[in-house]
Structure formats: structure tokens, C-alpha cells
């Protein structure tokens, strides 16, 4: 099974922006689609963005849409989520995760420990 490594979290303040990484241990071939979920504090897990390997097409959540880009290197086995202009409501652990199956929610089945988040008002 693949391992997936998140780093790039922190404290920002409203407005500001983070970079996450996540680096797969390896990338098999078989992998569809790579994504980024969060957990804030008494929620429940919720799908972030996600970015086919084929292609390149990428999917966003409504809350997200022209604040965050998903990006990838398949060449480093590596995606990326650039987060701007970030609200107080962005602050959760963002996981990373990975599918052979689809780019929809329920398709990852991979997922890496997580990196905090937390934008402060």
C-alpha cells in the first residue's frame, strides 16, 4: 500500500497563504487520482480537492473553489494544495489521500497522518 507524507501546515493569519506537499512513497500504476480532505475539531471528515493523474483534471469543494489549487508531479510522485486569501473556518488537520479507483470522495482508500492547519481571525 502506498505511504503518503503531508508537511507545509501551520498558523496563518486571515488572509494569508499555505502550501501543502504530499509525497507518496511510490506511485503505482494503477493509481487514479490523488486528493486532499480536512478535519476540523467535532466534524466530520470532508473532501477538499482532488486531481486526476490522466489528464489532469481537478475538483474542488464549493468552499474552497478560487481560494485553493490542486496541483501534481507525477514525475516526484507528489500533489500539492496551494491555499489563499484563508478564512478562520479553514483551520483542520488536512490529510492526504490517494485513489486507484476514481476522483470521487468515496474512491480514496490511501491516506496519509495529517498536517495542521490553523488560521487565526
Known amino acids: 500500500q502506498v505511504q503518503l507524507v503531508e508537511s507545509g501546515g501551520g498558523l496563518v493569519q486571515a488572509g494569508g497563504s499555505l502550501r501543502l506537499s504530499c509525497v507518496a512513497s511510490r506511485r503505482t500504476f494503477s493509481s487514479v487520482a490523488m486528493g486532499w480532505f480536512r478535519q476540523a475539531p467535532g466534524k466530520e471528515r470532508e473532501f477538499v480537492a482532488a486531481i486526476r493523474w490522466s489528464g489532469g483534471s481537478t475538483y474542488y469543494a464549493d468552499s474552497v473553489k478560487g481560494r485553493f489549487t490542486i496541483s501534481g508531479d507525477s514525475a516526484k510522485n507528489t500533489v500539492y494544495l496551494q491555499m489563499n486569501s484563508l478564512k478562520p473556518e479553514d483551520t483542520a488537520v488536512y490529510y492526504c489521500?490517494?485513489?486507484?479507483?476514481?476522483?470521487?470522495?468515496?474512491?480514496?482508500?490511501?491516506w496519509g497522518q495529517g498536517t495542521q492547519v490553523t488560521v487565526s481571525s
Open positions: 489521500a490517494d485513489s486507484e479507483f476514481g476522483s470521487t470522495a468515496s474512491d480514496f482508500a490511501s
